[in-house]
Nanobody, 119 residues
Framework: VQLVESGGGLVQPGGSLRLSCAAS????????MSWHRQAPGKERELVAA????????DYADSVKGRFTISRDNAKNTVALQMNSLSPEDTAVYYC?????????????WGQGTQVTVSS
């Protein structure tokens, strides 16, 4: 199983970035995919999630209206479009896959990608 994030980097306040997560080794469409972030000295937090079937989405209040999560089940990818970035969005962003069935919870994490918002 692999989750590989890409697209992080340095961006000025007000700018945009698009993160991507490429998944392999599991049935991607069966999993809820989500993005999480962890800033220095803070706990990891959920940013956005998208269900496997139907594509329903959920966002942290802090990113609503600015970030958009999407997925392509044919390409086994999930993306996070981030607009109107502020220094408070600086963090390591992680991709996660979750599925709960009668056998229990299956959960996978990516290695993370750094997003720095600074002038």
């Amino acid at each position: 199983v692999q989750l590989v994030e890409s697209g992080g980097g340095l961006v000025q306040p007000g700018g945009s970035l698009r993160l991507s997560c490429a998944a392999s080794g599991f049935t991607f469409s069966s999993y809820t995919m989500s993005w999480h972030r962890q800033a220095p000295g803070k706990e990891r937090e959920l940013v956005a999630a998208i269900s496997g079937v139907g594509g329903s989405t959920d966002y942290a209040d802090s990113v609503k209206g600015r970030f958009t999560i999407s997925r392509d089940n044919a390409k086994n990818t999930v993306a996070l479009q981030m607009n109107s970035l502020s220094p408070e969005d600086t963090a390591v962003y992680y991709c996660r896959a979750d599925r709960r069935d009668r056998r229990g919870l299956s959960q996978y994490w990516g290695q993370g990608t750094q997003v720095t918002v600074s002038s």
